[in-house]
């Protein structure tokens, strides 16, 4: 009965390759987020959908492309990894903005 | 602009003692105000929002709107309250994201 899930966990890529990082939420919210937390757990939005529509995007590399194929799912696509780019990418959804956020397992991408 | 300011990144208490875990905002608005939690290599969860005033897991936070804080209380610490907890804050009108302070680790030591 996983709210938010994601996949994969754990990524472990060399540095160069394109990769991508599923999520999925069964909550009929209508908003979704992409966050990334750093080595010092720091914790920075990078993009929100609503209903399929990008409504937030931060300063982000052009290398990260999100895609909403539905309001239920959020995928990431990461392009060209750096090794900058390890860190933990937690999806989240939400059914309002500004309302409560219920934030996915997360998923540990290494770049080496 | 957003900001959520929580000045200790470390906080290292004795179980029984009380805790309390700092968090400043700066909004020009009405904001919502939350925390977060994140047990070991877990994900997120919320632990209270102030406008549901309520205690969880014997934590509470009061807003203070004249000193723009919403600091985190436990009158005696558990060992299972060791996590990194986040204060996070919310506009109200319009499409609003989250913003995090950058955590404070809790350790609770026996």
């Known amino acids: 009965d996983t709210a938010v899930s994601q996949t994969p966990k754990y990524l472990v890529t060399q540095m160069g390759n394109d990769k991508s990082i599923k999520c999925e939420q069964n909550?009929?919210?209508?908003?979704m987020y992409w966050y990334k937390q750093d080595s010092k757990k720091f914790l920075k939005i990078m993009f929100s959908?609503?209903?399929?529509?990008?409504?937030i995007n931060e300063t982000v590399p052009n290398r990260f492309s999100p895609k909403s194929p539905d309001k239920a799912h959020l995928n990431l696509h990461i392009n060209s990894l750096e090794l900058g780019d390890s860190a933990v990418y937690f999806c989240?959804?939400?059914?309002?903005?500004?309302?409560?956020?219920?934030f996915g397992e997360g998923s540990w991408l290494t770049v080496v | 602009a957003q900001r959520v300011t929580q000045p200790e990144k470390l906080l290292s208490v004795f179980k029984g003692a009380p805790v309390e875990l700092k968090c400043n905002y700066s909004?020009?608005?009405?904001?919502?105000l939350f925390w977060y939690v994140q047990y070991s290599r877990q994900r997120l969860q919320l632990l209270l929002r102030h406008i549901s005033r309520e205690s969880i897991k014997g934590f509470t936070a009061d807003l203070n709107k004249g000193e723009t804080s919403f600091h985190l209380k436990k009158p005696f610490a558990q060992e299972e309250d060791s996590a990194m907890y986040y204060c996070?804050?919310?506009?109200?009108?319009?499409?609003?994201?989250?913003?995090f302070g950058t955590g404070t680790r809790l350790l609770v030591s026996p």
């Open positions: 996070a804050l919310s506009g109200t009108s319009g499409f609003q994201k989250l913003v």
């Open positions: 989240a959804s939400s059914g309002h903005s500004g309302n409560t956020i219920y």
């Open positions: 959908y609503n209903n399929k529509e990008l409504i």
């Open positions: 909004y020009s608005g009405s904001p919502e």
């Open positions: 909550l009929g919210h209508d908003t």
